[in-house]
């Protein structure tokens, strides 16, 4: 399938690789000129994501102009709910906005069936494309927000520093809670699926407001939900990795659960993730300010990132989505010292 | 001193304490009505947190209505920046908003050096007269940010999830953002004496966004401040408490410096923080969400953290402000709980 650079299946899979692969969360986006290009002729974010030609050459511009080992759809973690019949709007100042919330027990006749190759088709047409014009050269990466997250936007309509009417809402009525998030659940499953179908070579599964939740209340209101989602995808036989950001506590917990990979913020001690995550592969975890620091810092901060992860079940990336105003020249020195580092063999 | 209730500094100090003592991040604020209508009669927050009468009346609200085992003065941290030369303006739904923002080297010559006699006399004069109306019923708690924390308002100018634009000052002029953090903490501690010298009893530092920061950036840019302080307030005698949220990492760093308690989030594990924390007392960390839970739910979530505590070295707070929407009768529901409950003897 990969006559190219499939360090990171490997690296997924735990299989020694000859080098470090290395991608960025959020490389598709603003801090490339040749998106905001692309995004500019779009007219709008959603525009963008719902055309797959314009898609698929923002998909490949860090390929080609960052020199990353995997390529990730560009798309958003919201198409979910809006196929679920809960639109949304982006505003570039505000972010994400839901007109229409879920907000009590009779907003559960609201929700539709998401059907991907009917609801989603724009982002499957859109793997396909990318995956022609890939030829093999790097793997795809395909992805969807955590349930948790999704039911936080659903129920927020907007985003929050601590989402406390998502958080609300599972503890005044926790059934209700649970209803709904089996709904995103069963949504974000047959998603993922037909992205697998449609050519993604590895899945990541995106818990952004993982955080907001305490140890115990993420074991009831998001765990559960992402062991159903890893338990569906086992047969595809794709590697799924698991990003809970903010959920410094639940390292061993996400790594019990059938993913190969687990993401790290940067605020997370990788000595402790390797502790918990037994042999799990583990990804991350530069912060992402460190690409405003001058140049040897970047290159000192990421060799030693490198030597404390080691050489094996390792993908190099940072801790969170690149911050929209880092200097493309920085980035690509983080590429090229994660590809350039050779490890001391003792 | 006290002759009432000093239960809160016979626990921070490390003694036996017949109840654990207990009192609420943000217990004078919105969850009351009786505040509410205190602050439409102000007019603006910021005309009510200049006006010591006003200040005393909500100051003692949830000491007479909560029944909570200390006073903490109602006031912001931004009156520090406020006293160096950059006004704030606090809008109902953004937060507050700097329109003069630190953000190069030559805004250094636009800090004022603050007397807090002179500049923030309306804090002392509020400390005074809440004490006078206290009549040693209960402790009264001052309180500052924490360097690191204001240096993201100073700079970033307003909220912000990530605090991008004060990370990267650290990043690309380290010597220039330590030359801030040094002068704020100059104010900070000037201004921490004065709240000991006009009465407060004990003091809090918050350092809300600790968590935006890796562990090793916050041993650069936040732990070496919060020493200083601390070693400047300890001829005092009085009992400084460190709240860092979201430092998960950092609590055994903070239990090293010369505080008496350690406040934690509802992410931090209290078994683990126990074992850093070695003879500091801790404080906190119920999910504010489980007040808005049904009764039962909030007293075994309550006995379940008493347990986990301990009945030695321990202040009950939730793991951060109460939400502006709870219940008062909630709160009410929690601080009786704690009050209430007795330690099985093993």
Redesign the interface.
């Known amino acids: 399938m990969h006559a190219g650079n499939d360090l990171i299946l490997r690296a997924a899979r735990g299989e020694d690789t000859p080098r470090t692969p290395v991608w960025l969360m959020r490389q598709a986006g603003r801090i490339l000129r040749e998106y905001r290009d692309v995004r500019a002729r779009a007219g709008s974010f959603i525009n963008l994501v719902k055309n797959p030609e314009l898609v698929t050459e923002v998909t490949l511009q860090p390929v080609d102009l960052l020199g990353v080992d995997a390529a990730i759809i560009f798309s958003d973690i919201l198409v979910v709910p809006e196929a679920m019949g809960f639109p949304y709007d982006m505003q570039e100042s505000r972010g994400p906005v839901f007109n229409n919330t879920f907000r009590r027990r009779e907003d559960l006749s609201r929700i539709l069936s998401v059907e991907p190759e009917r609801d989603l088709h724009y982002v499957l047409q859109s793997i396909r494309m990318v995956k022609r014009e890939l030829q093999g050269r790097v793997p795809l990466i395909g992805f969807a927000g955590a349930p948790w997250t999704i039911f936080c936007y659903l129920t927020e309509g907007k ?1 929050s ?2 989402f ?1 009417v998502a ?2 809402m ?3 009525d926790p059934e209700l809670a649970h209803q709904l998030l089996s709904a995103i659940s069963e949504a974000t499953l047959r998603y993922l699926k037909a992205q697998i179908e449609a050519g993604a070579d590895m899945v990541q599964i995106f818990d952004s407001w993982a ?1 907001v ?3 115990e ?1 993420y074991r009831l209101f998001s765990l559960p939900y992402l062991e159903k989602i890893c338990q569906g995808l086992q047969d595809s036989g794709v590697p799924v990795t698991l990003f809970a950001k ?4 639940a390292v061993g917990d996400l790594a019990a659960l059938p993913a190969r990979t687990i993401g790290l913020d ?4 990788i000595e402790e993730a390797r502790g918990r995550a037994g042999t799990k592969s583990l990804q991350g975890n530069m ?4 690409l ?3 140049e040897n ?1 970047i290159i000192e901060e990421t060799h030693k990132m490198l030597r404390r992860f080691g050489p094996r079940r390792y993908i190099a990336n940072l ?2 989505g690149v ?1 929209p ?1 880092t200097d493309p020249g920085k980035v690509r020195l983080f590429v090229e010292t994660v590809k350039g580092y050779v490890h001391e063999t003792v």
């Not at 903010?246 to 506590?249: L, V």
């Not at 912060?287 to 460190?290: E, I, L, V």
């Open positions: 985003g520093k601590e406390s958080r609300r599972a503890r005044e955080g939740l305490g140890p209340e903010g959920a410094h506590y940067w605020t997370m001690s912060d992402p300010a460190c405003y620091s001058e810092a801790g969170h911050y105003d």
